[in-house]
């Protein structure tokens, strides 16, 4: 049964990088089948997509985010990361890593949604 | 960025009503939607993908509906472990967004 775990600091400074690692048990991020990815949830707010990995190392971000954000894969570990720089109170939330799968070919390809979650890791930024 | 705009925001509800939940996106995206359900300090957890697809182990009152632009996410029968928030996605274009959420309370 595949699970994914986020571990990291739980209280960042303002301006440094926040860093976060996703990793997944009972199954390889090396599968062409499926999409790594980071949502956020500000406190009392909704959902927000971070970005998302797949496994040849092709990554896509959410434009708001961009220019802070890196997503990377260590396949030796079975992991991948978040690396969110200038980090302001903005940015406090609880970071979700998930897994987007696909399956099926042609007409009938399907899936996508994100069926697997981490706990969720909070994150507070403060000095 | 497509935006996902979920009506209404709040729902009260009692045990058996029928519910249902629209989600509208600000252009086309076929039928890649996924809702979600989401109890406080809790992951969300998948309920439907491509629109209609009931996920794996998600019992059959909840079921959803559309393509394009308007998708609707229905529960049969409302049932207690029900009370939740529900979240709509759209995965056809990035970035992927989320909508705002609706909240089903008890009446």
């Known amino acids: 049964q595949l699970q994914l775990q986020e571990s990291g600091p739980g209280l960042v400074k303002p301006s440094e990088t926040l860093s976060l690692t996703c990793t997944v048990s009972g199954g390889s991020i090396t599968s062409s089948s499926d999409y790594w990815g980071w949502i956020r949830q500000p406190p009392g707010k909704g959902l927000e997509w971070i970005g998302t990995v797949y496994f040849t190392g092709r990554t896509y971000y959410n434009p708001s985010l961009k220019s802070r954000v890196t997503i990377s894969l260590d396949t030796s570990k079975n992991q991948f990361s978040l690396k969110l720089s200038s980090i302001t109170a903005a940015d406090t939330a609880v970071y979700f890593c998930?897994?987007?799968?696909?399956?099926?070919?042609?007409?009938?390809?399907?899936?996508?949604?994100?069926?697997?979650w981490g706990q969720g890791t909070t994150v507070t930024v403060s000095s | 960025d497509i935006q996902m705009t979920q009506s209404p925001s709040t729902l009260s509800a009692s045990v058996g009503d029928r519910v249902t939940i629209t989600c509208r996106a600000s252009q086309s995206i076929n039928s890649w939607l996924a809702w979600y359900q989401q109890k406080p300090g809790k992951a969300p957890k998948l309920l439907i993908y491509k629109a209609s697809s009931l996920e794996s182990g998600v019992p059959s009152r909840f079921s959803g509906s559309g393509s394009g632009t308007e998708f609707t996410l229905t529960i049969s029968s409302l049932q207690p472990d029900d009370f939740a928030t529900y979240y709509c996605q759209q995965y056809n274009t990035y970035p992927w967004t989320f909508g705002q959420g609706t909240k089903v309370e008890i009446k």
């Open positions: 998930a897994r987007a799968h696909y399956y099926g070919s042609g007409s009938d390809y399907t899936g996508g949604g994100l069926d697997v």
